[in-house]
C-alpha cells in the first residue's frame, strides 16, 4: 500500500504515557451502551402536533409500498432527545444561521445526527439545505463547488470548512436498484417527501436521520432510531445493491461499527463478506483516507477486527493479515496480540474531533512489524519509543527506560526475555539497530516483493494492488544530551 505524509520523528503534542511495550494489555471492545440506554422511548409520531408547516401531514405509519415494506415514519423533539445548541460546533451553525437568514431551510443530516441523539462528538457536520449550490455560494466570501458526480459546497469559516449539500443536487442520480425513489411518497407534504427521498439515498439507517436545529425536531424516515437502540449497522436499500453501487460504503460500514461498537443486521454481513474483493475498484488514495479514518480517530483495534473477519485486511494491509494467520487468529477470535495491543493504547489517546497524523498509524505498523521480523528486549524497546517522544535525546530516554519497573506483557512473541542490558553504548546500539529495522520494514510494507513474500503462508488471499514503491522514511535522528 502506497504510504504517504511520513516525515522524521520529532516531540509528539500526545499526552505522555508509558511506553507501549509495557502498557499493553488486553482491551475489550468499547461500546455505545450506555449512551444508548439514555435514548427516550419513541412512539409513533410523538410531537405530531408541531410542525414546519401548519398543513403538514402526519407521518404515514409502515406499511409496504412500491413492493417493500418501510418503517413507520418519526418527528422527534431534539429537546426530549438531549441535543442541545452548544453540542454544535460555532462554524457550523455560522452557516446555518447565514443560510436561515436567506430564507432557506436548513438542516444537520447524516452521521452528526447520529452522534447528538448518542451523546457523542461528531467527527463533522452536515448541512443540506434548500438553496441551489450556487446559491449558497454566492451568500459566503469564502465557499467553492467541489465534486463532480456529487457536488457539494465547502464553506470556509476561519480554519474550518463546512460541508453544504443541496437538495437540489442530491437527488438528480437516484439509485439505479430504486426507481422510485423518483416518485412521491403517498400520504405526504412537499417538504416530507423532500426529506425522505434525501435519506433513502444515504447508505445506513443511522444515518438517515435529519436535524431542524431552527424548529428543534429530528426526522426519521428509515427506522435509523430503532436501529441505534438496537446498536445495529443496516443498510438503507438491499444491502447487496447497496455496495454494488459503492463499494465504498463496504469500508464506511466497518469504520461506523468499529466506532459505535455496533453489529451489523444479518443481511449487511453477508453481502460485505461476498463483495469485499470489490474494494479493489477504489483507487489507492480513496482507499488511504478510509484506512486512516479507521486507524486515526480513536478505533483502530476494533476497525482491525472487524476487517479481519470480513476478509478486507489482506486486501488493504497484506504483511499484517499474514502476521495473524502466523499466530493462528480465527476470524471471530476474541483474544489479542501484540499489533492489537499497540492500536488499543493508540486509541486512548485519541478521538474522532482528535484524530492523529497518519504518520503516527503508518509508524506504529512499522516498528511492530520490525519486532516480529526480530524480537527484541523489553529495555530496548522501552528505550526507542522513549527516545520518538522526546524528539531523539537517546541519554533522557535511557535514563527513563532504566527506572521503569512494572513487568511488561510476557506473552507476546515479539518480546523476549528481559536480559538485562547494563551498559549504555549497548543499548543505544541495539537501539539505533531497532530504529534502522523499523525504517526497512516501512520500505517492505510498500514493496511487492516483500509483500508477496510474506503471503506466501497464505494461499486463500487474493493478490493485493495496494502496493507501490514509496520514497517515505521514518529513520529517527537520535542524539546524546
Not at 293 to 301: C, F, R
Not at 463 to 473: E, I, Q, Y
Amino acid at each position: 500500500m502506497a504510504i504517504v505524509g511520513i516525515s522524521n520523528v520529532t516531540r509528539t503534542s500526545l499526552p505522555f504515557r508509558p511506553p507501549f511495550v509495557f502498557a499493553c494489555r488486553r482491551a475489550g471492545r468499547r461500546s455505545s451502551a450506555a449512551a444508548l440506554e439514555t435514548l427516550p422511548e419513541i412512539t409513533h409520531d410523538p410531537v405530531d402536533n408541531v410542525s414546519e408547516n401548519p398543513a403538514s401531514s402526519p407521518p404515514p405509519k409502515a406499511k409496504v409500498w412500491q413492493g417493500r415494506c418501510w418503517p413507520e415514519w418519526k418527528m422527534m423533539s431534539s429537546k426530549e432527545l438531549g441535543i442541545k445548541a452548544s453540542m454544535i460546533t460555532k462554524p457550523t451553525k455560522l452557516v446555518l444561521d447565514e443560510l436561515k437568514k436567506k430564507g432557506y431551510d436548513v438542516y444537520l443530516v447524516g452521521g452528526c445526527v447520529r452522534d447528538l441523539v448518542m451523546k457523542r462528538t461528531p467527527k463533522d457536520f452536515d448541512i443540506i439545505t434548500s438553496a441551489h449550490l450556487s446559491e449558497v455560494k454566492k451568500t459566503f466570501s469564502r465557499c467553492d463547488i467541489v465534486g463532480k458526480r456529487f457536488p457539494i459546497c465547502h464553506v470556509h469559516v476561519k480554519d474550518s470548512i463546512v460541508e453544504v449539500s443541496s437538495f437540489c443536487t442530491s437527488g438528480r442520480t437516484p439509485s439505479k436498484g430504486l426507481v422510485y425513489a423518483t416518485r412521491s411518497h403517498q400520504d405526504c407534504n412537499e417538504h416530507d417527501n423532500m426529506r425522505w427521498r434525501n435519506c433513502l439515498a444515504r447508505d445506513f439507517t443511522i444515518n438517515g436521520l435529519m436535524f431542524n436545529p431552527f424548529s428543534n425536531l429530528v426526522y426519521d424516515y428509515m427506522g435509523g432510531m430503532e436501529d441505534i437502540k438496537k446498536a445495529k449497522v443496516r443498510t438503507v436499500i438491499p444491502a447487496y445493491t447497496s455496495f454494488q453501487e459503492d463499494c465504498a460504503r463496504i469500508l464506511r460500514a466497518i469504520r461506523i461499527a468499529a466506532r459505535l461498537g455496533f453489529r451489523f443486521s444479518k443481511e449487511t454481513a453477508h453481502s460485505i463478506k461476498d463483495l469485499a474483493n470489490s474494494i479493489m475498484r477504489l483507487d489507492k488514495g480513496r482507499l488511504l483516507m478510509e484506512m486512516n479514518y479507521m486507524l486515526a480517530y480513536g478505533s483502530a483495534e476494533a476497525s482491525l477486527r472487524l476487517l479481519w473477519k470480513f476478509g478486507l485486511l489482506e486486501l488493504l494491509l497484506p504483511i499484517q493479515a499474514a502476521y495473524f494467520v502466523s499466530q493462528g487468529f480465527r476470524r471471530r477470535d476474541k483474544r489479542s496480540n501484540m499489533l492489537l495491543a499497540l492500536f488499543s493504547n493508540l486509541d486512548r489517546l485519541l478521538a474522532p474531533d482528535k484524530p492523529c497524523h497518519s504518520c503516527l498509524w503508518v509508524g506504529i505498523l512499522a516498528f511492530h512489524q520490525a519486532l516480529v521480523n526480530e524480537p527484541r528486549d523489553p529495555l530496548v524497546i522501552a528505550t526507542f519509543t522513549l527516545a520518538l517522544h522526546n524528539g531523539g535525546d537517546l541519554s533522557e530516554a535511557i535514563s527513563i527506560a532504566r527506572r521503569i519497573n512494572h513487568p511488561h506483557y510476557v506473552s507476546f512473541p515479539e518480546l523476549v526475555e528481559a536480559r538485562g542490558i547494563d551498559d549504555d553504548e549497548e543499548l543505544t546500539k541495539q537501539v539505533q539497530d531497532l530504529a534502522c529495522s523499523v525504517n526497512c520494514s516501512l520500505r517492505a510494507m510498500t514493496d511487492e516483493y516483500f509483500v508477496s513474500k510474506a503471503m506466501i503462508n497464505y494461499p486463500q488471499a487474493p493478490h493485493s494492488d495496494l502496493v507501490s514503491n514509496s520514497n517515505v522514511s521514518v529513520e529517527p535522528h537520535f542524539h546524546h544530551s
